[in-house]
């Protein structure tokens, strides 16, 4: 089967979907905590990376793509962190910012090559009016060469088949990355 694509460097993509922010603190440990049995670790490297759909819109700008990113967010350092590492990496970033819920964090201790602890700071999306994310889809479907959907079950897209009826209305492929097991609900998309 023979597909003719765009040239990828002037393909717009627009990535919908659970946004992140993975943060990393390393160090290394020396001694136990004599408040409980745990080690105790100096902190001398702190990383932040875009993580779940902002890893895939930042994947998507790495190969020369136009990368749009859509998703919920909270009004925090959080949010402000992503847009500006994504920036830099161009990422069109156009968050629906939430002001009763942070923006999904992970935070992740290692030491010596070795993961200590994964704290996450969520409290998921769901229940969040999907409108404001189905408006900007609509708004970029006529400038837009796929629409990406990344679902990691945080709540951006509990209206997935809206959001796919849309494009493929105005013929525009989903990809989805599905999150789980129950594919029925990404009924009609282009590419699992």
């Given at each position: 089967?023979?597909?003719?694509?765009?040239?990828f460097?002037?393909?717009?993509?627009?990535?919908?979907?659970?946004?992140?922010?993975?943060?990393?603190?390393y160090g290394?440990?020396?001694?136990i905590?004599?408040?409980?049995?745990?080690?105790?670790?100096?902190?001398?490297?702190?990383?932040?990376?875009?993580?779940?759909?902002?890893?895939?819109?930042?994947?998507?700008?790495?190969?020369?793509?136009?990368?749009?990113?859509?998703?919920?967010?909270?009004?925090?350092?959080?949010?402000?962190?992503?847009?500006?590492?994504?920036?830099?990496?161009?990422?069109?970033?156009?968050?629906?910012s939430?002001?009763?819920?942070?923006?999904?964090?992970?935070?992740?201790?290692?030491?010596?090559?070795?993961?200590?602890?994964?704290?996450?700071?969520?409290?998921?999306?769901?229940?969040?009016?999907?409108?404001?994310?189905?408006?900007?889809?609509?708004?970029?479907?006529?400038?837009?060469?796929?629409?990406?959907?990344?679902?990691?079950?945080?709540?951006?897209?509990?209206?997935?088949?809206?959001?796919?009826?849309?494009?493929?209305?105005?013929?525009?492929?989903?990809?989805?990355?599905?999150?789980?097991?129950?594919?029925?609900r990404?009924?009609?998309?282009?590419?699992?």
């Amino acid at each position: 089967m023979k597909v003719n694509l765009p040239a990828f460097e002037r393909a717009g993509v627009m990535v919908v979907g659970d946004v992140m922010l993975d943060r990393y603190w390393y160090g290394p440990t020396c001694r136990i905590s004599p408040e409980a049995p745990v080690p105790v670790v100096k902190v001398n490297t702190v990383e932040e990376r875009p993580g779940g759909a902002a890893n895939v819109a930042m994947n998507i700008a790495s190969l020369g793509a136009n990368a749009r990113l859509v998703g919920l967010t909270g009004i925090d350092d959080a949010a402000r962190a992503l847009s500006k590492t994504l920036a830099e990496v161009n990422v069109k970033c156009d968050f629906v910012s939430v002001p009763t819920h942070p923006t999904i964090t992970k935070l992740r201790v290692l030491s010596r090559n070795q993961q200590l602890i994964r704290l996450d700071f969520e409290e998921g999306f769901e229940g969040v009016d999907p409108q404001p994310l189905h408006e900007r889809i609509n708004q970029a479907l006529g400038s837009i060469g796929a629409l990406v959907l990344s679902d990691y079950a945080k709540g951006a897209l509990t209206s997935v088949q809206t959001m796919i009826s849309l494009a493929r209305q105005a013929g525009v492929p989903v990809l989805i990355d599905p999150k789980g097991t129950d594919f029925e609900r990404y009924r009609g998309a282009t590419l699992l």
